[in-house]
């Protein structure tokens, strides 16, 4: 009885019809990013067609969240310096958050702030391509938009369960619809056939220690979320800090010192994306 | 008293630290009420910020999440569902000690660019 209830609570949430649609020129992206003889040219000029989006994704690029802060001009050159997988999941932020009404500021804020703390804890770990844990950081809320999207009516009653019990928002979606938006985020990478780097980032951000393929990418993504909660930077739907897995630490070989130092950095970036709205 | 940059600064603050020049000298007084003529004179002299009495200006919009004394006092809250949790206590004291010296920093520094050590 209580499958049947969450394989139609899956079902609603995952109806096509109603999921935020990617653009159409994602499709063709993919096809062609397939294709091992197609060139960064072809990619940029298909994805460049279509110009409100070639905007979006350019002022995200130049946000001082990626490496090259106001210094990439075009689409191709967003290519070249991050690559196709970063260049989706931009898209993809982009796309599903656009249906985003005006009480889920709070959670793009909270999105930006753990996209910044994710490639920043990436960098002091040395880790290669810091910039695809900053997408995996933008994107790791994800289910909660989806699910507000699809369910308006289970964002209230969510809602009221966290004012009325003090339960935090990942508790009381676990309560009312017995999974929480890290499942949901995991339907989603699989619908949207995002790279399973980001996908694991996002379907486990609460439970970096199960991750089996890229336990890093969910270990970052998973303090980059305490620490987005501990500046109270955005609003993920509650507040409370998160519990932080000690294995979060281990899988990343640096201790909970050194987040210190890593808050040091952090702190005066919080301050340049202060200002980094959602048009 | 708060500390302010100059270009938040508006004629009927008053000023509760003396404005010293880039030398040194004070060329303002404490409890000088400042006026559009006073602000044209400390930019004309690259004065970048000043300390006023009372907490005219809501700084929150502009330091973001980085106030560290705000922090502080959000600790315990953030941290409630983890009362017995030893684990999780040892975190959250080790960011109320990083928290505490930041925002003890953060105070030296404005005292000490306005005035030379005052006994505060």
């Not at chain 1, 106001?70 to 290519?79: D, E, Q, T, W």
């Not at chain 1, 009480?103 to 996209?115: D, K, P």
């Not at chain 1, 995996?136 to 699809?150: E, F, I, R, S, Y």
């Not at chain 1, 201790?255 to 210190?260: A, T, V, W």
Request: glycine content about 8%; some cysteine; overall charge negative.
């Amino acid at each position: 009885m209580e499958e049947d209830l969450k394989t139609e609570r899956k079902g609603q949430l995952l109806a096509i019809k109603d999921l935020p649609t990617l653009p159409t020129v994602l499709d063709e992206v993919s096809k062609l990013v397939a294709r091992p003889e197609s060139t960064t040219e072809q990619v940029a000029r298909l994805i460049s067609m279509d110009q409100v989006l070639s905007a979006k994704v350019l002022k995200m690029v130049n946000s001082p969240i990626y490496g090259f802060p106001g210094r990439i001009s075009s689409i191709s050159h967003a290519l070249m310096l991050l690559g196709f997988n970063v260049i989706r999941g931009i898209i993809v932020s982009t796309s599903v958050f656009e249906v985003m009404t005006k009480n889920m500021v709070g959670l793009w804020e909270h999105s930006i702030a753990t996209a910044l703390a994710s490639s920043t804890i990436a960098r002091a770990c040395g880790l290669r391509d810091p910039d695809e844990y900053s997408v995996a950081g933008l994107l790791h809320d994800l289910g909660k938009v989806v699910a507000t999207v699809q369910l308006p009516e289970l964002k209230i009653a969510i809602e009221s369960l966290v004012k009325e019990k003090d339960l935090t928002y990942l508790a009381a979606e676990k309560e009312l619809l017995g999974f929480g938006h890290d499942r949901i985020n995991a339907w989603l990478a699989t619908h949207w056939k995002l790279p399973p780097n980001i996908k694991e980032g996002m379907d486990h951000h609460h439970s970096p220690q199960t991750a089996q393929l890229y336990p890093e990418m969910a270990a970052v993504v998973h303090l980059a979320d305490f620490l987005a909660r501990l500046y109270e930077f955005g609003s993920g739907g509650d507040d409370n800090v998160p519990f932080v897995q000690p294995d979060a630490f281990k899988i990343l070989k640096i201790k909970p010192k050194d987040l210190e130092a890593i808050c040091d950095t952090l702190g005066e970036r919080f301050v340049e994306v202060s200002d980094l709205k959602f048009t | 008293m708060q500390k302010i940059p100059l270009n938040l600064a508006k004629p009927g603050m008053v000023l509760s630290k003396p404005v010293p020049r880039q030398d040194g000298i004070v060329v303002v007084a404490a409890g000088t009420e400042i006026t559009e003529g006073l602000l044209a004179k400390l930019e004309s002299m690259d004065v970048e910020t000043i300390v006023v009495e009372g907490n005219p200006v809501n700084m929150d919009g502009v330091m973001a999440g980085s106030s560290y004394t705000t922090r502080l006092g959000r600790l315990d809250h953030l941290f409630r569902k983890f009362p017995d949790d030893a684990w999780m206590g040892r975190v959250k004291e080790m960011f109320r000690g990083y928290f505490t010296i930041k925002a003890a920093s953060g105070q030296a520094a404005a005292q000490g660019e306005t005035q030379p050590k005052s006994g505060e």
